[in-house]
Every structure is written in structure tokens, then in C-alpha cells.
């Protein structure tokens, strides 16, 4: 497969929940985000995360006002401290609009901006970049009994009508990185098959972001039932989706990913 010149840009992960299902609890303080954001920072990561709902299969839903309570003031504090792009995990409009305004950059929005179609003004208005991700479902059901009959093609036709609404809206095609959703409503086979053809997506002519991190696929492959014991794996994909045109990883353990992406690198 060719690869582009540049390596992909690597986005750590700061989940603020005490339910996700990697890290759940484990930075869900101010002090306890800072440190982790400033050791991500360090190991190399280009952009920085944060989210305040988790959505690991059947998580409950955050409220409105727990969600701005625990990501709004952890994003002024790392926004005070350091000049790092950073991501507003969340599918509700008003989160996005004052992470934005507390200093955050990017959109990332796991139901595409669909839950809340008030999401893409908030977007507009901001002239920001936005992460739209593919899934089979809602967090609640989405790996009951995921099926496609061609899981490329149905993620590419769903990214092509997503793209053309959002540019319709007035959100520059610039703007727009796809996901195409690992874990979020596949089985293994499909999760397999994705990652080994990413470069499908290129043609649909937006960045691509894979978020592969500790998931559960990982655990079927390697035995490994415990997330946080799943960084290798985790950086042996990174490594694997660096010749196939991936742009964006989004994992927990940054310097394991950026270890493995140097090692892509020289054999590239």
C-alpha cells in the first residue's frame, strides 16, 4: 500500500468518567487530568480528547449538566497550561459550545452529529473541525447482533450522505474527519476487515481517524480480558494502520503508539 509522507498525528485519550470501560475513575479529577494531560503531552501526542460520557456497550446516559461539570473546567485548565489542540468528546450541542468557548478546538461526536442536529450550527459558528463517527445503533444495543452485508461499503454510502448534509449545512469538507467506528456496533470480522482495508475510506476525500485503543476486539484476539493490559496490541494496529493512510489514532497510551509509529517509520 502507498503511504503518505506524513505519520499519522496521534490523539491521546483523557476520558473524565468513572465508568468508561479502560480508565474508568482513573483521571476523574482536576489534578489527576492535568498530570495525565501533561504525560501525554510529553509522550507525543498532537492532540488531546477529553470526555465526560462514556461509551463502552450499554453505559447509561450522562445528564446535560454532569457532562459540562466534568469536562468544561478540566479543558480551561489544560488550556491555560498548554497550547495542544484539543477534542470535545460529546454528542450534545451545548457541551460542544462551551468546551469551544473554554478553549477546546475540535468536535468529536460519536453519533455524527445526528443526536443533536443542533451540534452542526454549533460547528458552523465555530468554523471549527468536527470527528464524525460510524455506528451500528445506539451505546445501549449496538453490539446485540451488529450485521452488514458489506461493512466497507454500507460505512462508506452512510459517510458520503453525512458528508453532503454537513456540507449543505455550511460545514467545510476541510473541516470533516471520519471514523469509521471500531467497536461501535461490529463484530470482530468486521472490526478485522476495516482496519485492514482503512485506505477504503480515502476516497471519500476527508481525513481518517481510527480509535482501536483497548478494545474489546483486542481482548478476543490476545486473551487479554483486562483493557488496560491491551497497549501492545493496541500499538501493534497503530503500527499496522500507519501504511494504509490512516491520519488520526486515538489511543490511551501514547508513548507505546508513538514507539510503534517510529518503528513504521524506518521500515517504511
Not at 99 to 118: F, T, V
Not at 134 to 152: E, F, I, K, N
Amino acid at each position: 500500500m502507498s503511504k503518505k509522507s506524513l505519520s499519522p498525528r496521534i490523539m491521546g485519550i483523557l476520558n473524565v468518567t468513572p465508568d468508561s470501560f479502560s480508565d474508568g475513575g482513573h483521571f476523574y479529577s482536576s489534578d489527576l487530568s492535568i498530570s495525565q494531560a501533561e504525560k501525554m503531552i510529553g509522550d507525543g501526542a498532537d492532540i488531546l480528547d477529553i470526555g465526560g460520557e462514556s461509551t463502552r456497550p450499554y453505559a447509561e446516559p450522562v445528564s446535560l449538566e454532569e457532562e459540562l461539570e466534568r469536562t468544561v473546567p478540566i479543558i480551561k485548565a489544560i488550556r491555560s497550561r498548554f497550547d495542544i489542540p484539543i477534542s470535545i468528546d460529546t454528542t450534545k450541542a451545548e457541551v460542544a459550545s462551551q468546551a469551544l468557548d473554554a478553549g477546546a478546538d475540535i468536535i468529536n461526536d460519536i453519533s455524527a452529529m445526528q443526536k443533536e442536529p443542533a451540534i452542526v450550527e454549533v460547528a458552523k459558528d465555530h468554523d471549527c473541525p468536527v470527528i464524525i463517527m460510524h455506528m451500528q445503533g445506539t451505546p445501549a444495543d449496538m453490539q446485540d447482533r451488529p450485521s452488514y452485508d458489506d461493512v466497507l461499503d454500507e460505512i462508506s454510502s452512510f459517510f458520503e450522505e453525512r458528508i453532503r448534509h454537513l456540507t449543505s449545512c455550511g460545514i467545510a469538507k476541510k473541516n470533516i474527519t471520519i471514523d469509521p467506528g471500531i467497536g461501535f456496533g461490529k463484530t470482530l470480522a468486521h472490526n478485522l476487515r476495516i482496519i485492514k482495508h482503512l485506505d477504503h475510506f480515502n476516497k471519500l476525500g476527508c481525513p481518517v481517524l481510527l480509535g482501536h485503543s483497548r478494545k474489546s476486539f483486542l481482548g478476543n484476539l490476545t486473551g487479554l480480558d483486562v483493557p488496560l493490559e491491551r497497549d501492545l496490541p493496541t500499538a501493534v494496529v497503530s503500527a499496522f494502520a500507519f501504511r494504509h493512510n490512516v491520519d488520526i489514532l486515538r489511543v490511551h497510551d501514547v508513548a507505546a503508539t508513538r514507539t510503534a509509529l517510529k518503528i513504521a517509520e524506518a521500515l517504511a
